[in-house]
């Protein structure tokens, strides 16, 4: 069973930065980062794959939002700057144990971490 840990939420200032971790107990193929604010879907923010690291990123996140990954502790990180109101949310991680066709495309992960409240104050 893969389970996922997350941590790292809290309130900021609008322009702060926050980083959510998200430890995972087996290596997975690729980890992705959603969200999800009151009265609206959940969304894609990023993802990335367990080897080369390969990245993918939301419109919204590129050049704010960076996720990274740490092999060694089978955790992978977003580090969220310039962050603004609007980037309250739930995040949430999530894995997937083999290749898919559309990593921006939550319902294509099988497993959740349990999400990590973000609020941004303006």
């Known amino acids: 069973q893969v389970q996922l840990v997350e941590s790292g939420g809290g309130l900021v200032q609008a322009g702060g930065s926050l980083r959510l971790s998200c430890t995972v107990s087996?290596?997975?193929?690729?980890m992705g980062w959603f969200r999800q604010a009151p009265g609206k879907e959940r969304e894609f923010v990023a993802a990335?794959?367990?080897?080369?690291?390969?990245?993918w990123y939301a419109d919204f996140a590129k050049g704010r939002l960076t996720i990274s990954r740490d092999n060694a502790k089978n955790t992978v990180y977003l580090q969220m700057n310039s962050l603004k109101p609007e980037d309250t949310a739930v995040y949430y991680c999530a894995a997937r144990s083999t290749a898919g066709p559309n990593y921006s495309d939550y319902e294509i992960y099988p497993y959740w971490g349990q999400g990590t409240q973000v609020t941004v104050s303006s």
């Open positions: 087996v290596h997975t193929y690729v």
């Open positions: 990335i794959r367990w080897i080369a690291g390969y990245t």
